[in-house]
């Protein structure tokens, strides 16, 4: 299996936290990041971490949420911490697989942010 899988999303409160997990399958992959979709909503960037370890954020992911990945490259977190309802989306893991040159993108885990 090529496809990354997410895991570690839930119901969580509001100044709640979750840890996602993105585990490619084996691959290791050069960069990797962290989207979400809210309804409605275009998937948008939350994070991404490049092959050389340089990070970007989204503004309104800033200081609450962190992005990081294992030393062998094949598997991703993103610790979220301070989690407002405006978080609620479905979120997905996209990775670009250093054998093949190729993104691939995982199925996604919802996150709720509600009481």
């Known amino acids: 299996q090529v496809q990354p899988v997410e895991s570690g999303g839930g119901l969580v409160e509001p100044g709640g936290s979750l840890r996602l997990s993105c585990a490619a399958s084996?691959?290791?992959?050069?960069?990797a990041g962290w989207y979400r979709q809210a309804p409605g909503k275009e998937r948008e960037l939350v994070a991404r971490?490049?092959?050389?370890?340089?990070?970007i954020y989204a503004d309104s992911v800033k200081g609450r949420f962190t992005i990081s990945r294992n030393q062998a490259k094949t598997t991703m977190y993103l610790q979220m911490n301070s989690l407002k309802p405006e978080d609620t989306a479905v979120y997905y893991c996209?990775?670009?697989?250093?054998?093949?040159?190729?993104?691939?993108w995982g199925q996604g885990t919802q996150v709720t942010v509600s009481h």
């Open positions: 996209n990775i670009l697989r250093t054998m093949t040159a190729t993104y691939y």
């Open positions: 971490i490049t092959s050389g370890g340089n990070i």
């Open positions: 084996g691959s290791i992959f050069s960069s």
